[in-house]
């Protein structure tokens, strides 16, 4: 088979933060050294618009890829495929400091998952993770001979089918029709890819953990959710969101709804797992405003703003699948009744 050679893009920081900067050049650096791998810088992923080079040259690429950049991996991973830069999501093994011993069990996918993703992987590395660029030179390598035995092993099994080629199709050098590994690039320059986009806010969503409940839809008021051909909830104009508001984020029943760049981990991308699942508001237990309330009141701020009558608790508020039959307690049940038979 013909060389294999992983794309590697790093999106950059937002600002110009010196620890930022030293690390993405130490990464981009010994990348260049790197043997088997095809580097790449790009502004910051979530400022990108659709005719921006630095987008373009991500959907240019069809092969296996691995981005770093300073948003969680969910996060990153999702708001690639909202772009339509699709496809299998791959396992890392750099865990963050303070997870380094955790080994809680992740939440199993329950949503509709992504639209015909292509047979390729995609893996999001949070620069985050660790200060030293060695760590994720070391993942990138453990990717890349991931990748190349699976790209041999799919050669194999084609070299052991009878090739059938369509009328009109190119054949490379060994005869084979044209592979779909990544393309070429367009010609951007240095200076083009590099232009610095706006900033921007708008919502991700996590289609692993979407239901497609629609409740979303119903609580923004904004036009800023629609539903596409395939009768799917998606970001349909996201650029009418209101900067840093995440109300939409707090009603989601699956915690599927992401802003990167908001302050909580939980609404910015984080992992959810079983431990993240007893992360409890103290709020809630102390007779403190609920996450409805909130996303409520951070609904009615927006509309004021746009001169428009505040709306509070009477429109959208989430079913929160009530029609749904009550399933088994866990853990947060659990300590609930708990609490309210002390209480009692």
Request: include cysteine; aromatic fraction near 6%; glycine fraction near 8%.
């Amino acid at each position: 088979m013909a060389r294999y050679r992983l794309q590697v893009v790093l999106s950059q920081a937002q600002g110009k933060h010196p620890a930022k900067r030293a690390l993405e050049e130490a990464i981009v650096a010994a990348l260049l050294l790197e043997p088997g791998v095809e580097a790449a810088v790009i502004p910051h992923l979530y400022d990108l618009d659709a005719k921006h080079p630095g987008r373009l040259s991500l959907e240019a690429i069809r092969g296996d890829m691995v981005l770093l950049s300073w948003l969680y991996s969910r996060a990153a991973f999702w708001l690639l495929d909202r772009d339509g830069i699709r496809g299998k999501e791959g396992q890392t093994c750099i865990k963050p400091p303070e997870d380094a011993d955790d080994e809680a069990e992740v939440e199993p996918p329950k949503g509709i998952g992504s639209l015909n993703p292509p047979d390729r992987y995609i893996y999001c590395l949070d620069l985050r993770d660790s200060g030293k660029h060695e760590p994720f030179i070391e993942e990138i390598r453990r990717i890349a001979a991931e990748c190349r035995a699976r790209a041999e092993a799919k050669e194999q099994a084609k070299a052991a089918q009878p090739m059938l080629v369509e009328l009109g199709s190119k054949l490379d050098a060994n005869g084979h029709a044209a592979s779909n590994g990544n393309a070429a690039a367009p010609a951007f320059s240095p200076e083009q890819l590099m232009q610095t986009p706006g900033r921007r806010w708008h919502p991700v969503i996590d289609y692993s953990r979407c239901t497609n409940c629609m409740e979303c839809l119903d609580f923004c008021l904004f036009g800023v959710y629609g539903v596409d051909d395939h009768q799917r909830i998606w970001v349909d104009q996201q650029d009418n969101c209101k900067k840093g508001c995440p109300a939409c984020s707090r009603v989601c029943p699956e915690h599927a709804i992401i802003f990167p760049e908001y302050k909580t981990p939980a609404i910015a991308g984080a992992p959810v797992g079983a431990i993240d699942s007893l992360k409890i508001d103290l709020t809630k237990l102390f007779g403190g405003a609920d996450a409805v309330v909130i996303a409520a009141q951070e609904r009615d701020a927006e509309l004021v703003k746009d001169g428009r009558q505040a709306v509070g608790l009477s429109v959208g508020i989430p079913k929160r699948q009530a029609d749904k039959p009550e399933g088994p307690k866990d853990d947060l049940d659990k300590l609930m009744d708990d609490l309210d038979a002390a209480v009692l």
